[in-house]
């Protein structure tokens, strides 16, 4: 059973610079993938970034050239590294898992994470 928990949100200043981390647990494949997901209010949750094992980055037009999404294998544990925020980056970021090269389709993801909320003003 996979387990997914998200740490790093809180209130951002617009230009800030945080970082977000999850920790992940219990998956069994050698090859898989990781991607950060967003949902502001009122809207649909939409992707940001997605990294699969196998060597390939995906990121949303959106964060291209402000978002860093990054594996440490050996600690099982995904970061996205966010530069210059804005506040359209505004929502609950959702770490998610999937058994394949998932790209930023959501429905190639089979595990998520609960959120942590991150505000920009």
């Known amino acids: 059973h996979v387990q997914l928990v998200e740490s790093g949100g809180g209130s951002v200043q617009a230009g800030g610079s945080p970082r977000l981390s999850c920790a992940a647990s219990?998956?069994?494949?050698?090859?898989?993938?990781l991607g950060w997901f967003r949902q502001a209010p009122g809207k649909e949750r939409e992707a940001v970034a997605s990294?699969?094992?196998?060597?390939?980055?995906y990121y949303a037009d959106s964060v291209k050239g402000r978002f860093t999404i990054s594996i440490d294998i050996a600690k099982n544990t995904l970061n996205l590294q966010m530069i210059a925020l804005k506040p359209e980056d505004t929502g609950t970021y959702y770490c998610?898992?999937?058994?394949?090269?998932?790209?930023?389709?959501?429905?190639?993801?089979?595990?998520w994470g609960q959120g942590t909320q991150v505000t920009v003003s």
């Open positions: 998610a898992a999937g058994g394949a090269d998932c790209t930023l389709d959501p429905r190639r993801y089979n595990a």
């Open positions: 219990g998956y069994r494949y050698s090859r898989y993938c």
């Open positions: 990294i699969y094992t196998g060597g390939n980055l």
